[in-house]
């Protein structure tokens, strides 16, 4: 598998690519291992250097949905402009499929997940399968923080098209959700999936912090797995 700073081209960020990369190699590992048989097409959801590192390495089609232009030449393959938190507007043309990765949105969504996982269930195949990924809202460094009188979540952002998180979840919450949505849990994991060496990589530049950061990558892998600070979860219809 190419490195995550390999995979963007001009659009890159990569502090952003060196952060994510465990997480990416992750979500490939996972994809291949759910994908069905003579699985047809792939949507992930939220463009990212992670659909091209998926488009090169799945035997299908990936197809992309979220804030993005139809037009933008950076996407690839078929992209879908569509915003989640009116989840009634997904276009009646956007096909089903066999896999859909939602990483890393549903907490940028400020609307119902209820709504949203309901309006996303209905484009996955009979024996389709849905990665849903989130940070998790009571991991150890935001209890720290709030230990300290400081509030972990940051403030609602100025640019609707680059949506801070709105809202963040537990397990229980997300398999709750599931529930709702009539979604069968299949698995779940709760990793540390980044690399905190480049956790500040806010200007896009990979500045990397080798001692705090190497140390944070032992601590936080090592943290019962209620503390840690990403969730995922595999649904089935």
């Known amino acids: 598998m190419p490195s995550a700073c390999e995979t963007e081209g001009e659009s890159r960020n990569d502090g952003y690519l060196a952060y994510h990369a465990p997480r990416f190699r992750f979500l490939l590992r996972l994809a291949r291992r759910m994908l069905p048989d003579g699985a047809q097409r792939v949507l992930d959801i939220g463009p990212s250097p992670l659909s091209t590192i998926l488009r090169q390495h799945l035997p299908c089609a990936v197809d992309t949905l979220g804030l993005e232009s139809a037009t933008d030449p950076s996407l690839g393959a078929a992209h879908y402009h569509v915003d989640l938190n009116r989840p009634e507007s997904l276009p009646p043309a956007l096909p089903t499929y066999d896999l859909i990765i939602f990483a890393e949105v549903l907490e940028h969504l400020h609307t119902s997940p209820t709504l949203v996982l309901a309006a996303v269930k209905r484009?996955?195949?009979?024996?389709?399968?849905?990665?849903?990924?989130?940070?998790?809202?009571?991991?150890?460094?935001?209890?720290?923080?709030?230990?300290?009188?400081?509030?972990?979540?940051?403030?609602?952002?100025?640019?609707?098209?680059?949506?801070?998180?709105?809202?963040?979840?537990?397990?229980?919450?997300?398999?709750?959700?599931?529930?709702?949505?009539?979604?069968?849990?299949?698995?779940?994991?709760?990793?540390?999936?980044?690399?905190?060496?480049?956790?500040?990589?806010?200007?896009?530049?990979?500045?990397?912090?080798?001692?705090?950061g190497g140390l944070k990558n032992l601590v936080y892998r090592t943290l019962p797995p209620f503390l840690r600070e990403g969730i995922t979860v595999v649904l089935r219809r």
């Open 123 to 212: 484009h996955l195949t009979s024996r389709g399968v849905l990665i849903l990924q989130t940070p998790n809202a009571a991991s150890l460094p935001k209890r720290l923080k709030l230990l300290a009188g400081q509030n972990p979540y940051e403030l609602i952002r100025e640019d609707p098209s680059n949506p801070g998180h709105f809202r963040e979840y537990t397990l229980r919450e997300l398999v709750a959700l599931a529930a709702q949505a009539n979604l069968q849990v299949v698995s779940v994991f709760r990793r540390f999936y980044f690399d905190a060496r480049y956790a500040h990589h806010e200007d896009g530049v990979a500045r990397s912090q080798p001692l705090l």
